[in-house]
């Protein structure tokens, strides 16, 4: 209620945070048993981000559990397409390392990000997942499409200062759903 006035309805509220919120919520990919998540959730495609998802933000590396983890999915063959809002340049030079496809310099939460990352992937939205750091690009995106979401901690806490205002915002969304229980971070390898 804004000056006695009601802004939104209490459908409208839980809507526009079911639309915010993850599906699982994780510290990191390492978490994700990527074998489970194919058998159980028929999971055929991942479209992942990049910065603080893969690598960290600003980074020039690529740590070798990432590069392993790629191969274990693709081992089970997943099929892993890159979504990023960073240039292609950096997105590109990561990709090729990981010998996967990208889509780059979008504007993520727009769904012709993930739509993209589906056309590469040549998936279909109920057996593709997006992996995110980003409540407000990854998971909102996602979710829009009714792709299954999962959130990550991201893998440092320096971002570009745009993101600033979003992340202050996400730390006081994921704060409210812990503490009343809507959402749990597992702790533990997924699922």
Known sequence: ?????????????????????????????????????????????????????????????????????????????????????????????????????????IIKPFSISFINGLKILNTRKNETVVIGDQIFTDIWGGNRLKLFTILVSPIINRDAIGTFPQRTLERIIISFWLKRGIIKKEVSNWP
């Open 1 to 105: 209620m804004r000056g006695g006035i009601k802004v939104w309805s209490e459908k409208e509220e839980r809507e526009l945070f079911e639309v915010l919120k993850p599906k699982v919520y994780i510290n990191s990919i390492y978490n994700i048993d990527l074998k489970k998540l194919k058998e159980m959730k028929k999971i055929r495609g991942i479209i992942v981000d990049l910065d603080n998802t893969l690598v960290a933000w600003g980074g020039s590396e690529i740590d070798q559990r990432v590069i392993d983890w790629v191969k274990e999915a693709k081992k089970l063959e997943l099929k892993i397409c890159i979504v990023s809002n960073n240039n292609s340049n950096r997105v590109k030079k990561f990709a090729e390392i990981l010998d996967v496809p990208y889509y780059s310099k």
